[in-house]
């Protein structure tokens, strides 16, 4: 026998659990014509020193060779079990004594469920030069070595996923003192074991986002995927082919079949946001899909099952909706079974210095400077301002105020940048407005200026972002594009 006509990968490594040595000599020559490729890394008696050697180099062993009958110590399935905890990939292939019942499917079964890859029977004493049929030996050795290799992928891309959900995580912390937003954090830490359909209310720029992204990332579902439509950002034709798909030929057009948002969503979790602008006829079938579990794709007959847990979000108050025949009640209440609300700043005035300064810490690490220091006075500014535009509007204030260096911060650097800003509490000539832009701005970037303060005004005063998009006359998509260039949106 030689090795060359058998494809081995890698160099495979053998941890022998055997305490007999005419055996470890069969197995030595059993696996001698592929010394090369199968080397045995260390020769142990019994299975505590078997699982020392595991927790030491776990690395430096794919398989583990073990004899069932050890004398002394942790052994059999007790022993393939504590290999399988520290060592999850490392496989095993488990040698019994001719004593034992060759039929006894039993036995096999229980040592696979333990946590083997294969076991086979020693041959007879009298065969001096080999442990067992070599053929079938060495092959079983390649296929736990190929095992090993697929279970250590999956086991780093698990982890790489979870390090992503850790990341996600971090990145969407809701941050905040006050009661309300610890009420908040401790919903959903208790919702993280649901799958209960959460409706996600509060003003603009307060956290919906956040809390949408907290719920799926902390839920059991954090690996699959966290899919977003904004209903209020596709045009009322398109929202039904976007949610849920059609198939190829389903009318003119549909030249390929297209996978809905709740396919790609399957197992997962889709958002909907600003669900209040969600038409009609989608209202519908929204509906039919929560209370039946299934699609109902364009073009087909039968019915596509998805699995996905529903959050949906609106700085509306949807009862409002309701009560003006624009919302459906019935997915109303499919949606609010468990309502969530963040609260606007001016309500949780505890969380404004809070969240002032890890803005402040964030933005100027982002842009490499150091943090300039807020003075007490300021702080009082900052709470007493009303924070129409909330959180966002306050990661906005810090931008600006970072772009000026001041340091340290007062209560007239503060109130300098929210006149800039050009809130409603404080209305000011042209001439005003130009004086405090300074000189030699050049018109492309007095014309941004301009556009942000006018999408600002009209944001404010309008109920949701289609109204807004409506009153600028932009389609939705050309809006919300402008809003993220303005960094009204992120
Ligand atoms: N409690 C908080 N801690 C940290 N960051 C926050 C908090 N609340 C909001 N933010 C930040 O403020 C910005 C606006 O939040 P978000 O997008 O979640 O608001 P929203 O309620 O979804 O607004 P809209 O109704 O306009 O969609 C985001 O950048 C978000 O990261
Ligand atoms: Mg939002």
Not at 64 to 91: F, K, N, S, W
Not at 166 to 194: C, D, F
Not at 353 to 370: A, G, I, N, T, Y
Not at 401 to 414: G, H, K, Q, S
Request: net charge neutral; proline share 4%.
């Amino acid at each position: 026998m030689t090795g060359t006509n058998l494809f081995i990968g890698e160099t495979i490594h053998l941890l022998v659990v055997e305490d007999e040595e005419y055996d470890v000599r069969r197995l030595r020559s059993t696996i001698k014509p592929f010394e090369r490729q199968i080397r045995i890394t260390a020769v142990v008696s019994n299975g505590d020193e078997a699982l020392k050697i595991l927790t030491e180099r776990r690395h430096q062993i794919d398989i583990v060779v073990m004899d069932l009958q050890i004398a002394g110590g942790i052994m059999g399935e007790a022993l393939i079990r504590a290999i399988r905890q520290i060592a999850p990939t490392v496989q095993i292939i488990v040698m019994t004594k001719m004593t034992i019942n060759i039929t006894d499917f039993d036995f096999a079964n229980k040592l696979l469920r333990a946590g083997a890859f294969w076991y086979c029977t020693k041959y007879p004493a009298d065969i001096e030069e080999y442990i067992y049929q070599p053929t079938d030996f060495i092959l079983s050795l390649v296929n736990a070595s190929q095992r090993r290799m697929l279970e250590r992928e999956r086991s780093q891309s698990q982890r790489k996923l979870l390090r992503h959900v850790e990341e996600k995580l971090a990145q969407t912390r809701i941050l905040g003192v006050s009661e309300q937003i610890q009420n908040l954090r401790a919903q959903v830490k208790q919702l993280s074991v649901s799958d209960a359909t959460v409706l996600v209310t509060g003003a603009s720029g307060t956290g919906k986002d956040l809390v949408a992204q907290q719920l799926h990332y902390e839920s059991r579902r954090k690996l699959e995927n966290f899919v977003v439509i904004n209903c209020g950002s596709i045009p009322d034709d398109l929202i039904e082919s976007e949610l849920f798909g059609y198939e190829k030929g389903a009318f003119t057009g549909a030249q390929e079949r297209k996978m809905g948002l709740f396919e790609a969503a399957n197992h997962g979790t889709l958002f909907l946001d600003e669900i209040a602008e969600l038409p009609l006829p989608a209202q519908v079938k929204l509906l039919r899909v929560i209370q039946e579990g299934e699609i109902e794709k364009i073009g087909r007959t039968e019915q596509v099952k998805v699995d996905v847990r529903i959050i949906a979000a609106t700085n509306r108050i949807l009862q409002k909706e309701v009560a003006a025949g624009r919302f459906r009640e019935d997915l109303f209440y499919r949606l609010n079974v468990v309502p969530l609300y963040v609260p606007p700043l001016k309500d949780r005035p505890e969380d404004i210095p809070v969240l002032w300064e890890h803005f402040l810490r964030q933005m100027s690490s982002d842009m490499q400077k150091p943090a300039p220091e807020t003075q007490e006075s300021a702080f009082t500014t900052l709470t007493q301002y009303p924070w129409p535009g909330n959180v966002r509007e306050m990661k906005n204030v810090v931008q600006r105020l970072l772009l000026r260096d001041d340091n340290p911060i007062t209560a007239e650097v503060i109130q300098e940048v929210l006149l800039f800003l050009g809130t409603p509490a404080a209305p000011r000539s042209d001439a005003v407005f130009f004086r405090e832009s300074g000189t030699g701005v050049s018109l492309r970037e007095m014309e941004d200026e301009f556009r942000k303060k006018y999408f600002q005004y009209i944001r404010k005063s309008s109920s949701s972002d289609a109204e807004a998009a409506r009153r600028l006359g932009l389609a939705p998509p050309n809006y919300y594009r402008m809003c993220k260039q303005l960094g009204l949106k992120d």
